[in-house]
């Protein structure tokens, strides 16, 4: 068995109040479903093994939660039924025959617990007089929370909204719905627990008086921005803003300005460096890592990118698995499609889309310019309106273009072709056959100048009655 105390996340529940096709704990909550943001809280608490109970949409769930924890081995259990919250922690007892000591329970459905407020709870359960210990919060609006109930100033059980009576509900103290418990009382008790509620089930809160009929109930106090927990999608919103902003405070603190945090969404392992920028409305997800004193501007996304340092990101582009280099400039409107390489020095400006591109130092494509499946040497000008034709409707072919070529304004380049070193592709050109290096390449009609032509054209007209 392992290290630490085990941990077992409930996240069978369908989650009725989120009225969705999808179970409610696969909701997304910054890039992860809701459900791995407690497992990870548990994790990096110290538990191991963490159990996850599955009902609803189970094949989903564990497949979710498989991708989001692969070094973790996270085993599972199922509830047959969602007979309720005791029910659910009762699934998972094959998986934890060989425990003893602590468990861990905890809900899906609470996002924003952190692994120092679960060490403490261990802590207030293993050093306490009882078997089991809780997380209480005062809340501004304890409505649909269940309350703790104390006489004689000891916590003597929970009692939920719906069974609650009216005094009982004016309580503001309430159950965040994670517990340290004791992994003998913990199965006795539920044996003997019956489903006599509002809701016909069976109630993990209703252990919390069995346990303070053995001692007393300890109890951990938290803030709210800690314990909500996700029954609709206000309550979703409501944990995403909190999210954020532990996330870019972290950031902040750690070097980087976020000039307007409130707007800025950074998900996922993202690195920053120092002195890294990040403009109003900037997302930030996946594998995105920005060297230091590199600048993105308002409205750009970027996901798994890594943008070297110096590199300036204007406004509005829109990057994906891509890697560029030290110094680029990139955008007002740049797309980075995957597989985009650009080199130390770039400048791609407005309205240029590139794909599996790569492009040699300090070359440029300013403006309105297609580039797939390329391989473009250095100190390369694309003029505007460059078209690398890729598709041919079947396959898409490669397209090679040699240090200090110049391709003048809308040319169109018919993949696959080869320009060599230093040719010169006159504007208007449309390239279908391999150019030589420090060649010239052009396809154009030979221009035709009628002198007063025009001037005629408009008198001719304007004289019609
Ligand atoms: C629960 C607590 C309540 C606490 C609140 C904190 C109970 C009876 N009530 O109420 O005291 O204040 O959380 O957020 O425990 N689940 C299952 N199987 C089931 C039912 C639920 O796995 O049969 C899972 C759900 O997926 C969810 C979690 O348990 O992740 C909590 O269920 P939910 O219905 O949201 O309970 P609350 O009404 O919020
Ligand atoms: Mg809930």
């Known amino acids: 068995m392992g290290h630490g105390p085990a941990a077992v996340v409930l996240c069978a529940g369908k989650g009725t109040r989120m009225k969705s096709e999808q179970a409610k704990v696969l909701h997304p909550l910054l890039g992860r479903p809701l459900c791995a943001w407690p497992i990870a809280a548990a994790a990096e608490a110290g538990a191991r093994p963490v159990v996850a109970v599955l009902g609803h949409q189970a094949d989903d769930v564990r497949a979710a939660i498989k991708t989001q924890f692969a070094s973790l081995e996270p085993r599972f259990a199922v509830q047959a039924q969602p007979l309720g919250t005791a029910d659910a922690v009762r699934a998972a007892a094959a ?43 005062v809340a501004v609006d304890p409505y649909g929370y269940g309350r703790l109930v104390r006489e004689g100033g000891r916590v003597v059980r929970v009692v939920e909204e719906r069974d609650a009576s009216e005094a009982e509900r004016r309580i503001v103290e309430v159950n965040a719905g994670v517990y340290a418990v004791d992994a003998d009382f913990l199965w006795k008790a539920l044996a003997s627990l019956k489903p006599s509620n509002a809701q016909g089930e069976y109630y993990l809160t209703d252990v919390v008086a069995l346990a303070a009929a053995q001692g007393e109930v300890a ?79 308002q409205g750009s996304v970027l996901s798994d990118v890594e943008l070297g340092a110096q590199t300036e990101v204007r406004p509005y582009c829109v990057m994906e698995q891509s890697r560029v280099g030290a110094r680029c400039v990139l955008g007002p409107f740049a797309r980075l499609r995957p597989g985009s390489e650009l080199a130390e020095g770039v400048h791609l400006g407005n309205f240029v889309e590139t794909k599996k591109a790569r492009i040699g130092k300090g070359s440029k494509a300013n403006h309105l310019s297609y580039l797939g499946d390329a391989v473009l040497g250095a100190g390369v000008n694309v003029g505007a309106g460059t078209i ?78």
């Not at 003893?100 to 050093?127: C, E, K, N, W």
């Not at 902003?245 to 460096?273: C, F, K």
């Not at 598709?391 to 304004?409: N, Q, R």
């Not at 169109?412 to 050109?429: D, N, S, W, Y």
């Open 219 to 297: 109890v951990v106090a938290a803030d709210f921005e800690e314990t909500a927990g996700v029954n609709d999608r206000v309550d979703l919103a409501a944990c995403a803003r909190e999210l954020r902003r532990r996330i870019n405070q972290a950031h902040m603190r750690a070097g980087v300005t976020l000039e307007d945090p409130d707007s800025t969404t950074i998900e996922g392992p993202v690195e920053l460096a120092a002195d890294v920028v990040l403009e109003a409305f900037v997302t930030l997800r996946g594998r995105t890592r920005v060297a230091e004193g590199a600048r993105i501007g």
């Open 95 to 137: 998986e934890l025959r060989d425990a003893s000591g602590s468990v861990l329970l905890l809900y899906g459905d609470t996002p924003l617990l952190t692994p120092a407020t679960l060490r403490r709870l261990l802590d207030a359960q293993g050093s306490g007089r009882g078997p089991l210990a809780l997380v209480s919060c």
């Open 388 to 465: 690398i034709c890729n598709y041919d409707g079947v396959a898409k072919h490669l397209t090679e273009v040699g240090d200090g070529v110049f391709i003048g304004s809308d040319t169109q380049l018919l993949a696959p072709v080869k320009v060599g070193e230093g040719a010169f592709i006159a504007a208007g050109t449309t390239v279908t056959e391999d150019v030589p290096a420090d060649a010239l390449a052009l396809s154009r009609t030979p221009q035709v100048v009628k002198p007063g032509w025009a001037r005629k054209r408009r008198e001719r007209l304007k004289g019609k009655p």
